[in-house]
Nanobody, 129 residues
Framework: QVQLVESGGGLVQPGGSLRLSCASS????????IGWFRQAPGKEREGVSC????????YYADSVKGRFTISRDNAKNTVYLQMNSLKPEDTAIYYC????????WGDGLWRARGPYDYWGQGTQVTVSS
């Protein structure tokens, strides 16, 4: 069955870096777009980034643009989220999600939950001194 497993979270000081991994199984990763989301305590889940299956554009939330980089290694069935210059407001549980299609939806729709049909269990990221 389809599985997504996030890892790489932890406690980091402001200005530090983390790389999250999303290991997939049960489907052919290179046929689907993958999104990263996060949910802070008391807040709604928000889209962070999305990567399409091929050379189609990737997307980032304005709050992470220039600091986070999404990438994929289809041979390893893994999608990554490199997070640099972390801020306390980046503290959240981070989730990866499999899209139902090859491309991230444009016009900001990639940030909605609708395009995604499977979700991981999440990994905690805490940015604090």
């Amino acid at each position: 069955q389809v599985q997504l497993v996030e890892s790489g979270g932890g406690l980091v000081q402001p200005g530090g870096s983390l790389r999250l991994s999303c290991a997939s199984s049960g489907f052919t990763l290179d046929n689907y777009a993958i999104g990263w989301f996060r949910q802070a305590p008391g807040k709604e889940r928000e889209g962070v980034s999305c990567i399409s299956s091929s050379d189609d554009p990737t997307y980032y939330a304005d709050s992470v643009k220039g600091r986070f980089t999404i990438s994929r290694d289809n041979a390893k069935n893994t999608v990554y989220l490199q997070m640099n210059s972390l801020k306390p407001e980046d503290t959240a549980i981070y989730y990866c999600a499999k899209s139902s299609g090859r491309r991230c939806w444009g016009d900001g729709l990639w940030r909605a939950r609708g395009p995604y049909d499977y979700w991981g269990q999440g990994t905690q990221v805490t940015v604090s001194s």
